[in-house]
């Protein structure tokens, strides 16, 4: 978990310009709760050992679940017996990867740490990082890490914005992926983005993504993350009946 040793080794990512403090355990808790296991980050930093941790984390509870799996008493991951499903367990094991893209030109970076302090704290395992601008970089990802499960966009105007739609959108899985943007809802360039991706959803996108956005209202700059969940070839299950 989000421990004092982990929140002690990140400090030196830790940048105030960026205003990720609230944002990177939502990230962590996400991934927890997602349990991907493709990640592309697009914009380094202090979230990429958040997501790191995640999948560290997911790896050490997804092999704690499943030899506890036929077991009735509570797990130390507070999974109970009952409510494990069974074919997740069941379901070969994919490994963690987890791509970064940064051309490490922003004047308050971090990013061009990450990779240190990752194999400090022992999470460089998944971690494959690329230097560059991310515009171009969609056809460069290996495509036997297609698609992800999560992105987590942090950087960019309205033409960026456009190019991760265009080129990178389209990497991700439709099977319920998470793409997770930074900072749109105030920013004038995100607003327009946003009304656009609202006008596509309202009408012939329907039935291809959710989304929601959450502020943070105490904050000028830095301040909203936006979900979006991809639902165009979505397969969900009902395990449940309740009245």
Not at 24 to 35: F, G, I, S, T
Not at 73 to 94: C, F, I, Q, T
Not at 126 to 133: I, K, M, Q, S
């Amino acid at each position: 978990m989000l421990d004092k040793s982990f929140r002690k080794g990140v400090t030196a990512l830790t940048s105030s310009e960026m205003g990720t403090e609230a944002v990177v355990p939502l990230l962590y808790d996400l991934v927890m709760m997602q349990r991907p296991r493709r990640i592309l980050e697009i914009g380094g930093g202090v979230s990429s050992l958040y997501l790191l941790k995640g999948l560290a984390d997911c790896d050490a509870a997804i092999e704690d679940e499943r030899s506890r799996s036929h077991k009735k008493e509570k797990n130390s991951r507070g999974v109970y017996g009952s409510l494990m499903n069974r074919s997740y367990y069941d379901a070969p094991s994919l490994g963690a990867r987890m791509h970064m893209i940064d051309n490490f030109s922003h004047p308050g970076t971090t990013a061009n740490k990450v990779t240190q302090i990752a194999r400090d704290l022992g999470l460089d395992g998944p971690l494959v990082v690329h230097e560059g601008d991310f515009n171009g970089f969609a056809e460069k990802l290996p495509k036997e890490d297609i698609p992800f499960d999560m992105v987590w966009f942090d950087c960019g105007q309205i033409e960026n914005f456009q190019h991760f739609r265009n080129h990178f959108w389209p990497l991700v899985n439709k099977n319920g992926g998470l793409i997770l943007m930074h900072s749109l809802a105030t920013n004038f360039h995100g607003q327009m983005f946003l009304a656009e991706l609202k006008l596509d959803q309202a009408t012939n996108l329907f039935k291809e993504f959710e989304m929601m956005t959450l502020m943070e209202p105490h904050k000028l700059m830095q301040n909203s993350i936006t979900c979006i969940r991809l639902t165009g070839e979505l397969h969900t299950q009902i395990h449940t009946v309740r009245p």
